[in-house]
């Protein structure tokens, strides 16, 4: 089957108005974005080729993050409302997607632990096995991929407070925030410094809202599939212009 890709390219960040990237995020978050318009774009037979495409480019993303240093990543891949509201032939796509491309890529990076935030059980069994599969393969490695699959963000919360009130009874009010972020699911570190979000849209629709309470967000026109290496680092280079000015002010 054919394989839709994003040609790399060297690192060479571009900062806005001249700023290098001096500062960059410890974890950067992602929200994919536009791989239907980009399909029709493209003039391809079936909008879901586009997501075929988004999913091929997740692989490209991982390793340009890894040459950054960027170890911990979380990804918006398909949440609880796609899964209700989208066509049973889309969804059913974008299941099989998941469940033959995604443990594949991280596994075959060496390099990406797994972790899963979202309802599994609202996935064919099939594909939540495969899922767990990976996630139990890739214990261990030093970079931290979190997918939102079957991801609601009032339900994550929730889920969070009653795994802490089932693990520990009563919590105080001053130790509950730092509670609910340890028993939220991903990699050790939570909180989201960088949101990325492609195709235009101005808005992050639900993605991580506690962890990315205090991260900066990024817009990108491009649609997922397009989003290149030097988009990335035009993301980055903004990340490190604000921080920058933020630092400055303080001083």
């Known amino acids: 089957m054919r394989r839709f890709t994003v040609a790399p390219r060297p690192f060479r960040a571009r900062a806005p108005r001249g700023v290098p990237p001096t500062v960059l995020p410890r974890h950067v978050g992602v929200i994919m974005d536009g791989n239907r318009r980009w399909a029709r774009a493209a003039g391809l037979a079936s909008p879901s080729l586009g997501h075929r495409a988004g999913a091929d480019h997740l692989e490209d993303l991982l390793g340009w993050l890894r040459r950054r240093g960027i170890d911990h990543v979380s990804v918006y891949v398909l949440s609880a409302d796609n899964i209700r509201k989208r066509s049973s032939s889309e969804v059913d796509y974008l299941f099989d997607l998941i469940r033959t491309g995604v443990p594949a890529k ?30 139990a393969a890739t214990t261990g490695r030093p970079g931290h991929l979190t997918l939102a699959i079957g991801y609601d963000p009032k339900h994550d919360v929730a889920s969070a407070i009653r795994t802490v009130l089932r693990r520990n009874g009563p919590v105080t009010p001053d130790d509950l925030p730092a509670a609910i972020t340890a028993a939220l699911p991903g990699g050790p570190v939570k909180d989201i410094d960088l949101i990325i979000r492609t195709s235009g849209e101005r808005r992050i629709s639900g993605f991580f809202p506690w962890q990315s309470q205090r991260a900066e967000i990024h817009f990108s026109d491009k649609m997922w599939p397009a989003f290149g290496e030097r988009d990335l680092d035009a993301a980055l280079a903004d990340y490190s212009e604000r921080k920058t000015v933020i630092s400055a002010r303080h001083r």
Do not use: F, K, N, T
């Not at 990076?109 to 309802?119: E, K, N, T, Y």
């Not at 059980?121 to 599969?133: N, T």
């Open 106 to 135: 991280v596994e075959r990076s060496r390099w990406w632990q797994l972790h899963i935030a979202g309802d599994l059980s609202l996935l064919p069994d099939e594909c939540r096995v495969a899922l767990e599969d990976a996630m």
